[in-house]
């Protein structure tokens, strides 16, 4: 159900938070589009805390941050870890008197920093089906309870290839001058080329399965893990550049998606600062949203 919701609202993340029954700590039960690692600080949010899903549990309405600028004036210690560009609704989960959690959904940065009329609708009317599921399960004896760790769902993917086609895709890859990877939402490499392996100077049967940063210890840890995260949450191109010892300056391209990112690795001729406000690539501007805007 989280990733039908996350597909009609075209969102990047998705989140299900349940309280259980007695509890003021609501705890984060299903996931997708991001990893544990990220969401690591609000796997247990009080209802008091200072996040958007607390306030809307706690106070059973919509809750729509439009942008990054809101989000430090409204959730300062959230954008202070994640100080991307993304909006965000959060909504509780609820049945009449009873409340069973909250839905969080997070959009890229080139979303209007407005909530559509229709996204709204479609949120709320999630939201029911998701608590009278919650609801049944109750009445018969069987409720719902978040796990040790949160369920992490695939993102949806493009329908599988022909054998014949997914050769035909890798041929093309390693064809190409620059190298390419692959690394799903837990940041492990699950596909590479042969002259990314050159260019990192790593043998791809050591590449495959590991983190870059474990793989490849001159990279900058700190630095690829902001431009990582920066690329999965924002859900926009980034990019840095790193020195492969001895001499070698690598330029890499991140491009995000509800399934993992691809990264393209180039020579770069000098150190480039990288930006966190400026995509790998331009972006074309946000898709003209006709809906009347919700306010809330």
Known sequence: ???????????????????????????????????????????????????????????????????????????PKVALVLPYPFTVAASPI?????????????????????????????????????????????????????????RVLPGLRTPSLALDEARAGAEFAERLPEGCCALNLEGRITYVTATAARLVRVDRTHLLGARPCDALPWLDNLLFEDRYRAAVVSGQPTFFTALCP??????????????????RITTSAAPTRHDPDVPATPQPPPPTIRSQPVSL
């Open 246 to 263: 001895p001499d070698q300056r690598l330029s890499f391209h991140l491009y995000p998606d509800a399934s993992g990112l691809s990264i």
């Open 94 to 150: 609820t049945t009449g008197t009873r409340t069973w959690g909250g839905l969080v959904l997070l959009w890229p940065g080139s979303h209007p920093p407005q909530l559509a009329l229709e996204e709204c609708h479609t949120i709320r009317a999630w939201c029911l089906r998701l608590a009278l599921l919650l609801q049944q399960a109750s009445d018969r004896g069987n409720p719902v309870l978040p796990g040790f760790q949160p």
């Open 1 to 75: 159900m989280l990733s039908q919701t996350i597909h009609e609202v075209k969102a990047s993340v998705g989140q299900v938070y349940l309280l259980p029954p007695g509890e003021r700590v609501l705890r984060l039960a299903v996931m997708s589009g991001m990893s544990r690692d990220i969401t690591a600080p609000w796997a247990r949010a009080g209802l008091e805390a200072p996040i958007p899903v607390s306030d809307a549990v706690r106070e059973r309405r919509l809750v729509w941050v439009g942008g990054r600028e809101e989000m430090a004036r409204r959730y």
